[in-house]
């Protein structure tokens, strides 16, 4: 069919063209699409850390002089004052041993650098020199200093009680080393006497030399909570 076909407007004509030509070419030219950029793992980092960058600006480092320190506390001293406040509070402790006579310590007076040492005859020599030497850990130990003569015998029975109804068996007595050393002669003859004290002996001079003695108890058989 031409375009001077008679029985076609110019109009018409130019209609059957369009139609004609999207018959032929029946899908439309798409551009193709572009190849995904790929990055190094360098420029992934490169591109983390300046984000990072922008998040933290304006945040200031956090200063750590005014963080408190918080150390562990040390195991402190009773003094033979809370002793006698708790003995009030709670009632006279009952002690195996009530009465420590004196009578040693007059017949036996010490000096007050002298270093104490006591041991039964039983006891093994390696226990013993593990005593000396400060390397068997005290449980509790006890400060005399400022009491009278009765207030440090009540304080050396009450410490021994202690230790033994908590099935331990060493202890330290701090009983000073005045001019005239009263205390440290009255503790050397009292624990003597009591009949759980294995060995004593003045303590290391990082433990209070001979102002302290290390005292060895025997372990509690009879106190229930240890039968065991």
Known sequence: MSKHDSSLSKEQFNLLKQFKKQISNPH???EPAAAPVVK???????EDLELFHKQMQGVQKINHSNVAKIDKPLKK????Q???KRAAAEGPMQTDDAALSDTQAMLNPVGSQATL???????????????KAGNLRWYEAVDLHGCTVEEARQAVLQIIQIAKDENQNVIKIVHGKGPEAVLKTYVNGWLRQHRDVL?????PENQ?????????LKRSEKNPKFKQ
């Open 28 to 30: 439309p030219h798409v």
């Open 40 to 46: 190094t793992p360098e420029q992934e980092q490169e």
């Open 77 to 80: 001293k009773v003094d033979a």
């Open 82 to 84: 809370t002793l006698a």
């Open 117 to 131: 040492s006591y041991r039964i005859a039983t006891l093994q020599h390696k226990v013993f020199e593990d005593l």
């Open 199 to 203: 060995a004593f002996v003045s303590a």
């Open 208 to 216: 209070g030399g001979t102002g302290a003695v290390l005292v060895l």
